[in-house]
T-cell receptor, first 114, second 112 residues
């Protein structure tokens, strides 16, 4: 059962505009959330994370928003650049004593057009 | 600083065979995790090792196993391969305290 869902398989945005990627989760025990970016033939690269004690985290052009009551998070990229074209994965984890496991969504393919 | 190295990059095996994949983490990283990526299921957690001990295991059959050596290098083994095991297998390492894993480029396994 998919506990992390990215309902948009793809997204196309014009260069300079805002890209908004969405992610929903079902497990209320998740308390740490991450976004990874993946280019073809490469492993995922960490982008930004947020703890459940926060509702927003910002890093340059990337901002992640967390709405715990809705079990929803989103990644905003402003302004979008052609180099941002990649597959973006949302991931979530419930920290515990038995080590860490990331639960990934199936990804959203972002295309930024000039 | 060298990244996470996975070998081999590509592998073709026949149904019923077994396969061993290797992962060398970033120097100093003690936690190594393995993930399977398929088009239909996305990235799925296989297992995580820390200081040679398996700390967590995903929902995969016992045909999937792994181990970690004293130098933090890790191997995963899949026995009695099935066509459905065809996937990109990704290894990730971290210092062990957080979840900011650094991933390798993966091993593309094709079972024919």
């Amino acid at each position: 059962d998919q506990q992390v869902k990215q309902n948009s398989p793809s997204l196309s945005v014009q260069e300079g505009r805002i890209s908004i990627l969405n992610c929903d989760y079902t497990n209320s025990m998740f308390d740490y959330f991450l976004w990874y970016k993946k280019y073809p033939a490469e492993g995922p690269t960490f982008l930004i994370s947020i703890s459940s004690i926060k509702d927003k985290n910002e890093d340059g052009r990337f901002t992640v928003f967390l709405n715990k009551s809705a079990k929803h998070l989103s990644l905003h990229i402003v302004p979008s650049q052609p180099g941002d074209s990649a597959v973006y994965f949302c991931a979530a984890s419930a920290r515990g004593n038995s080590g860490y496991a990331l639960n990934f969504g199936k990804g959203t393919s972002l295309l930024v057009t000039p | 600083k060298a990244g996470v190295t996975q070998t081999p990059r590509y592998l073709i095996k026949t149904r019923g065979q077994q396969v061993t994949l290797s992962c060398s983490p970033i120097s100093g990283h003690r936690s190594v995790s393995w993930y399977q990526q398929t088009p239909g299921q996305g990235l799925q957690f296989l297992f995580e090792y820390f200081s040679e001990t398996q700390r967590n295991k995903g929902n995969f059959p016992g045909r999937f196993s792994g181990r970690q050596f004293s130098n933090s290098r890790s191997e995963m083994n899949v026995s009695t391969l099935e066509l459905g095991d065809s996937a990109l297998y990704l290894c990730a390492s971290s210092l062990g305290q957080g979840l900011r894993y650094t991933f390798g480029s993966g091993t593309r396994l094709t079972v024919v």
